[in-house]
């Protein structure tokens, strides 16, 4: 069993930076991909970034590309994202969920089964 506690979110004026955390309990969180995800209002749950178990391969939504970062630190079970020149259509509840099944399509919400709580992001104009 993977629990996932999201944390780092907050308030931030456009241009600014955040860095959210993913702190997973269990073992075997270290042979999981890991996906973050946001969800907007009235909006559905969008792709934003995922790395491999390893942490050799990442993806990211052409919406964030070269402004954030996602990471992992496996001896800590944690996985960062980094978000530098936020703007205010960045403004989401931040997810993070691990693929426990090895799915083959890491940007697609299907393939994760283990969701963490949210943690919410609001970038001011």
């Known amino acids: 069993q993977v629990q996932l506690v999201e944390s780092g979110g907050g308030l931030v004026q456009a241009g600014g930076s955040l860095r959210l955390s993913c702190a997973a309990s269990?073992?075997?969180?270290?042979?999981?991909?890991v996906g973050w995800f946001r969800q907007a209002p009235r909006k559905e749950r969008e792709f934003v970034a995922a790395?491999?178990?390893?942490?050799?391969?990442?993806y990211y939504a052409d919406a964030v590309e070269g402004r954030f970062t996602i990471s992992r630190d496996n001896a800590k079970n944690t996985v960062y994202l980094q978000m530098n020149s936020l703007k205010p259509e960045d403004t989401a509840v931040y997810y993070c969920?691990?693929?426990?099944?090895?799915?083959?399509?890491?940007?697609?919400?299907?393939?994760?089964?283990?969701w963490g709580q949210g943690t919410q992001v609001t970038v001011s104009s």
């Open positions: 269990g073992r075997a969180f270290s042979i999981y991909d």
């Open positions: 969920a691990v693929d426990r099944l090895g799915g083959s399509e890491p940007t697609k919400v299907y393939v994760y089964d283990c």
């Open positions: 790395i491999t178990w390893s942490g050799s391969s990442t």
